[in-house]
């Protein structure tokens, strides 16, 4: 165990989840960003001449004269990099997460190319810490290990349905709303998304219906739909849920009232679930409020119809449903396994 910080490397580091990760680990206090890579054609370039910055928020100081690197994990060793963050697309991370992980590194990783193997971990400290315990069933500490985050829809949804899953969770039905963003950078034409909506996101609703069950080892009848809205952060989702028990609203309420998560990791807010009563709460333009930003999953409109418990969520889809998940990630793992005092 050390107060040293950890140094880390970002895969994949100009675009939008990219981004997330730089802005979120150049002031980290536990952990130090030592490499930042992306494209071949980037590297030997400033981060700040190489990103097209999309965040709501100006360019950090920290990383404006920081290189671009190539993807080397000889060089990654070298440099004593212990955790890598990747932001790869899902069709070239398979193999470079399971080629890091048995060269000694602990990937932590926005992809979903590994998310559906049997050891390891789709991750969400409030909802299932408890995965961690695979681990050592990747070969950790002997190699290294990947530990996976959700899709950003399925991300709102499992810290909103965490704690009410004691009174059991028979059938799920979502419709989320999700914003352009999702879409990573460049994504959607203006000429499709403006002034539009498009009822259909490749590969969403499966993985909604199938992730939620994984991470809340659950087996509910699941009902989805993903659709894309003009919106540049933040997914909303309707959501009705069946329980075994009997429920009442203000039991939920309560629940999440009452939920603490883990509060004392650094990118963990006090409060994960903040419910409002206000008819018209939450908005999308909320996505970056909260502390940390964007890491707050916001609720509101419950109401009961039958044994059915229906609200409104939003969850900022490149931040807690992907970057600052994964950095979150890291930090319950560096503790879990004494990498922190």
């Known amino acids: 165990m050390s107060n040293k910080k950890i140094n880390v490397a970002v895969l994949g580091a100009t675009g939008a989840v990219g981004q997330v990760f730089t ?52 060089a990654l060793k070298a440099m004593d990099v212990r955790f890598v963050f990747s932001a790869l697309p899902a069709e070239v991370a398979s193999d470079i997460e399971k080629d890091l992980r048995g060269r000694g590194f602990n990937v ?108 809340l080892d659950i087996n509910p009848a699941v009902y989805a739909y993903c659709i ?36 004392h990791l650094p990118s963990s807010p006090v409060q994960p679930i903040v419910y409002s009563d206000e008819v018209r709460f939450p908005q999308s333009k909320l996505a970056f409020w909260g502390e940390p930003r964007g890491m707050v999953v916001y609720t509101g409109r419950v109401k009961k119809q039958a044994r059915k418990i229906g609200f409104v969520l939003l969850v900022n889809n490149i931040v807690k449903g992907a970057a600052g998940g994964s950095i979150q990630n890291a930090e319950l793992f560096a503790e879990k396994f004494g990498l922190r005092k």
Not at 252 to 258: A, F, L, P, S
């Open 23 to 74: 802005w979120m680990l150049s002031r980290h206090p536990w952990f130090n960003l030592t490499a930042v890579i992306a494209s071949e054609r980037r590297v030997g370039h400033t981060y700040s001449e190489s990103v097209h910055w999309l965040l709501p928020f100006d360019f950090p100081p920290e990383l404006h004269d920081v290189r671009i690197q190539a993807y080397d994990p000889d």
């Open 108 to 215: 932590f990783s926005n992809a979903a190319s590994l998310r559906y193997e049997k050891n390891i971990p789709i991750l969400i400290p409030e909802a299932n810490p408890e995965q961690l315990d695979w681990v050592p069933s990747q070969g950790y500490p002997t190699i290294g290990s990947v530990v996976t985050n959700a899709n950003c829809a399925t991300t709102g949804l499992a810290v909103a349905l965490a704690p009410l899953k004691k009174y059991g969770i028979k059938e799920i039905s979502v419709s989320s709303y999700q914003s352009i963003s999702g879409a990573g950078y460049p994504g959607l034409s203006a000429l499709d998304i403006s002034g539009n909506v498009i009822p259909y996101i490749g590969g969403e609703e499966e993985k909604v219906e199938k992730e939620i069950k994984k991470i």
């Open 228 to 263: 894309r809205v003009p919106v540049i952060f933040g997914h909303m989702e309707s959501v009705w849920v069946e329980f075994e028990q009997e429920v009442d609203v203000e039991d939920v309420i309560r629940d999440w009232n009452e939920f603490k998560g883990f509060p």
